[in-house]
């Protein structure tokens, strides 16, 4: 299992990934184009994949723009090895050395990356539309976890 900067040679394979999941689901998987993908990783932030056999297993990327999580996902097939964490962590590691804004997400209710989230210390801080619970993380509350 290697965690690696996601490259634009990978877009097609996180679409794939981003594609497969069972929650968290894209209404339209034209709404988020490749294009959208180049442009997070290569001019609004960065991305990372985690990859096993030369396959991409998961994926996640900020935008420094935004100040957002704008996507972390791992492919069920791969679910439960930690992935989504590890990705998890060499983000806001990063994140947090570029900036010392605090970062927010959306993720939609009741599901597993709202616990995901809420475990690994974010805080709720309202919503995101009408579908998705609001997040937030500081600096602060990432730099003072136990883990670092």
Not at 39 to 45: A, E, L, N, P, Q
Not at 78 to 103: A, R, S
Not at 130 to 146: A, G, H, L, S, V
Request: proline content about 2%.
């Amino acid at each position: 299992m290697t965690i690696r900067e996601a490259k634009i040679d990978d877009i097609k394979q996180i679409q794939i990934v981003r594609n497969s999941v069972t929650e968290n689901t894209l209404s339209n998987p034209d709404l988020v184009t490749d294009k959208d993908c180049e442009k997070f990783i290569t001019v609004r932030g960065k991305g990372w994949v985690c990859e096993i056999d030369k396959q991409i297993a998961g994926f996640a990327i900020a935008d420094l723009q935004d100040n957002n999580i704008w996507a972390l996902f791992v492919d069920p097939k791969f679910e439960k090895k930690g992935i989504g964490q590890l990705l998890h962590k060499t983000m806001l590691d990063w994140y947090f050395t570029q900036t010392k804004e605090k970062v927010w997400l959306g993720t939609a209710f009741n599901t597993r990356a709202e616990q995901f989230y809420r475990k690994a210390g974010w805080t709720e801080v309202g919503t995101h539309g009408t579908k998705e619970i609001k997040f937030e993380m500081t600096y602060n509350d990432w730099t003072k976890k136990p883990d670092h």
